[in-house]
């Protein structure tokens, strides 16, 4: 069964950086675009970015662009996001979420992983 | 940006019900419209693709429609395991928009 689980979050101070990785299992990573969707405490879901099956192809959200890059890893299952100069308002459960659409994207997502969180407090 | 604007943003209701929750975009998306079941500390269920498409191993008392800017989801018969927060998210284009919620409770 698709397995999706986060990890590399925690409490960081305003300006600093900080990885997420999302290993996948039960599905042929290296086919499918994959998402970082995120959470904020009290609030709704809200798109991060999105990587191509290839890694030839990335979009952000205005909120993060400039400061966040997605990258995969399809040799080891793995997909990545660098967060640098983390601000107040980053702070959120950050999900991995994997695309329906093989070798494309149709920027909706079937599986996601029950996120890691990340507080970002001086 | 294309705006998602959900309806109600909270509803109450008993098991049994059928509850409807509307989703209006700020511009046509065609059918490039899903909806997600999200409940707290887990991670969020894909339920409805493509406006009315079914989702694999989601029940059928869910169901999806509309077209353009407006879109529905409707529950037909709420079970216990339905209460929990739903999302409708734009396909259309970039950058990928959420409503802010509908908060399903318990009457």
């Known amino acids: 069964q698709v397995q999706l689980v986060e990890s590399g979050g925690g409490v960081v101070q305003p300006g600093t950086s900080l990885r997420l990785s999302c290993a996948a299992s039960g599905f042929t990573f290296s086919n499918y675009a994959m998402h970082w969707v995120r959470q904020a405490p009290g609030k709704g879901l809200e798109w991060v970015t999105i990587i191509s099956y290839d890694g030839s192809n990335k979009f952000y959200a205005d909120s993060v662009k400039g400061r966040f890059t997605i990258s995969r890893d399809n040799s080891k299952n793995t997909l990545y996001l660098q967060m640098n100069s983390l601000r107040g308002e980053d702070t959120a459960v950050y999900h991995c979420?994997?695309?329906?659409?093989?070798?494309?994207?149709?920027?909706?997502?079937?599986?996601w992983g029950q996120g890691s969180l990340v507080t970002v407090s001086s | 940006d294309i705006q998602m604007t959900q309806s109600p943003s909270s509803v109450s209701a008993s098991v049994g019900d059928r509850v409807t929750i509307t989703c209006r975009a700020s511009?046509?998306?065609?059918?490039?419209l899903n909806w997600y079941q999200h409940k707290p500390g887990k991670a969020p269920n894909l339920l409805i693709y493509a406006a009315s498409s079914l989702q694999s191993g989601v029940p059928s008392r869910f169901s999806g429609s509309g077209s353009g800017t407006d879109f529905t989801l409707t529950i037909s018969s709420l079970q216990p395991e339905d209460f929990a927060t739903y999302y409708c998210?734009?396909?259309?284009?970039?950058?990928?928009?959420f409503g802010q919620g509908t908060r399903l409770e318990i009457k």
């Open positions: 511009q046509g998306i065609a059918g490039w």
């Open positions: 998210q734009q396909a259309n284009s970039f950058p990928i928009t």
């Open positions: 979420a994997k695309d329906i659409e093989r070798r494309g994207w149709s920027l909706s997502a079937d599986y």
